[in-house]
């Protein structure tokens, strides 16, 4: 069974900084590339970063670029997400989620895990 946890939001100032966890199992954490998505208070869901299976690769939405840096430990089967310089808007629900085809098809699932609330407030 495929599982993500997430971990490690808080309350925190403008300004500050937070580090998010993803645990994963049940699947082969190191083939898969891993991603982060928020979800602000009556907004919808908003991607924000995503690092290659081989972690050579990442990728920021503009809203978070130069901000954040996404990473991952394939011994841990886990990826993280740093957040540096807060801001009052990055307030929301973040959820790691992992794309996976299903085998035998050209279809690809996305699983979620429950997410970590991130409240920036001064």
């Known amino acids: 069974e495929v599982q993500l946890v997430e971990s490690g939001g808080g309350s925190v100032q403008p300004g500050g900084s937070l580090r998010l966890s993803c645990a994963t199992s049940?699947?082969?954490?190191?083939?898969?590339?891993m991603s982060w998505v928020r979800q602000a208070p009556g907004k919808g869901l908003e991607w924000v970063s995503i690092i290659r299976e081989t972690g050579t690769s990442t990728l920021y939405a503009d809203s978070v670029k130069d901000r954040c840096a996404i990473s991952r430990d394939d011994s841990k089967n886990s990826t993280y997400l740093q957040m540096n310089r807060l801001k009052l808007e990055d307030t929301a629900v973040y959820y790691c989620?992992?794309?996976?085809?299903?085998?035998?098809?050209?279809?690809?699932?996305?699983?979620w895990g429950q997410g970590t609330q991130v409240n920036v407030s001064s």
């Open positions: 049940g699947f082969t954490f190191s083939n898969y590339a």
């Open positions: 989620k992992v794309a996976i085809q299903a085998p035998g098809t050209v279809w690809s699932y996305d699983y």
